[in-house]
């Protein structure tokens, strides 16, 4: 196990009431990008039938996610992520304002730079340096339970929002959530965020590596091969997310089932991902990494091949069980590898990668189907691009297997 043996830890019943907080206000930040995706097919219709237009929109939000979290990763380090936390709620409310005016322009800006960016944001990427600090034994575990967020707002948004968009259309629906998060998430934040207790400078592994190298290696070279390997392994993570209602409607089943059968990958992934956090801490974050993808890139392949509901539901939620530890266990790595006081840039840079990769899936997909009338190509480049990750992964961990040795 990779635990901080004959050192006292930090880890108290206060550390694990900070992490299920955290994993609250993800929950509900998250919910918001879902609205675009649960009426994609709405939107889509009014700008000229083109699914690219909603798909953009989504890619942005995820690529605001991970370049808004460099920048307020570093405000969060100077003015507390108390106040980063109110102010993204804030900038999300205004967002999905921004989103209903009709025009393109106003999709892409509210989800891209004030939903994604200046919005959830503000969120991911200080929690992941901020619950790291609140843990030293069970960090894998503390690191799994928060990043679910997406996904319980995956499994519990997406069937409310397809009634809501039925009953009162999708404008309104943006409308209404943006006043519920914000109501909810601003006194989380000024009750329960506080500063956390002072951790040792050095990451878990630290001692595993000579002063100037990682594995051997320099360290930035290593860091930009996780970065590459984050952003080709989340490329085909969000094919399904982005579409697979989508997906669902063309071959004729319900939109009401295909709601549903993204709550079952979701919430699959949620219940998976806290066994991939136990795993994490036993065996490390790269091990994690490898063996995650490895599971990914076969449901993915066998979206390909399905195209019954049974079958699909079945899919989605092995796809939700392969892809589930995969971020949340880079991001154990990050902290195993580097030292801890280089995390708040080392974190949000690499979910800028993760999440510039799940920008491009998303968008790749809709591109690829509104050229084919398909989505067969898009499932086809998932793959491939996982294909890519596996090679990088798998070089890094033989590295670490031949220059490290074992820890008990």
């Known amino acids: 196990m990779h635990d901080r043996i004959g050192l006292p830890s930090v880890e108290t019943r206060s550390s694990w009431i900070i992490a299920t907080v955290l994993l609250v206000i993800l929950a509900l930040s998250f919910g918001a990008p879902w609205i675009t995706i649960v009426a994609l097919k709405l939107i889509a219709a009014e700008s000229e039938g083109l699914r690219a237009v909603p798909a953009l929109a989504t890619s942005l939000a995820w690529l605001g996610f991970g370049s808004g979290g460099i920048a307020m990763g570093y405000v969060a ?10 102010i993204g709620a804030m900038m999300i409310c205004i967002g999905l304002a921004l989103s209903t005016g009709g025009e393109t322009w106003q999709l892409y800006v509210g989800q891209g730079l004030f939903v994604g960016c200046f919005g959830v944001g503000a969120m991911n990427a200080p929690f992941y340096v901020y619950v790291s600090r609140w843990f030293d034994r069970r960090r894998g575990s503390a690191l799994a339970l928060i990043s679910s967020g997406s996904y319980v707002a995956g499994a519990i948004w997406p069937p409310i929002f397809e009634r809501a968009v039925a009953y009162a259309g999708w404008r309104q629906t943006m409308l209404y959530y943006g006043l519920l998060q914000a109501a909810v998430i601003v006194p989380l934040a000024a009750t329960f965020l506080r500063p956390p207790p002072k951790l040792p400078l050095l990451g878990a592994l630290g001692a595993m590596s000579a002063p100037d190298t990682v594995m051997g290696w320099p360290p930035n070279l290593v860091f930009a091969l996780l970065g590459a390997a984050g952003t080709f392994c989340c490329i085909p993570m969000a094919i399904p997310q982005a579409h697979l209602p989508a997906f669902c409607s063309d071959l004729g089943i319900l939109a ?18 806290q066994f991939w956090g136990w795993v994490a801490d036993r065996v490390g974050g790269l091990e994690t990494v490898l063996t995650g993808s490895a599971c990914q890139m076969i449901a993915m392949t066998a979206f390909m091949l399905t195209q019954d509901e049974v079958g699909l539901f079945t899919v989605s939620a092995a796809f ?20 801890a006081s280089q995390a708040y840039w080392r974190i949000p840079t690499f979910l800028l990668c993760s999440g510039g990769g799940m920008a ?3 968008w790749l997909a809709g591109v690829l189907y509104d050229y084919f009338g398909t989505y067969a190509p898009a499932f086809a480049a998932g793959v491939g691009a996982n294909a890519i990750n596996l090679a990088i992964v798998g070089t890094l961990v033989f590295r670490h297997r031949s ?6």
């Open 320 to 339: 939700g069980l392969g892809f589930a530890g995969i971020i949340p266990a880079y991001v154990l790595a990050i902290r195993e590898l580097f030292p």
């Open 77 to 86: 380090e100077r003015i507390g992520v108390r106040s980063t936390v109110i």
């Open 256 to 273: 009401s089932h295909g709601a549903a059968m993204l709550s079952v990958l979701l919430g699959t992934a949620f219940l998976s991902r």
């Open 403 to 408: 220059r490290s040795p074992r820890l008990a």
């Open 360 to 362: 491009i899936g998303g």
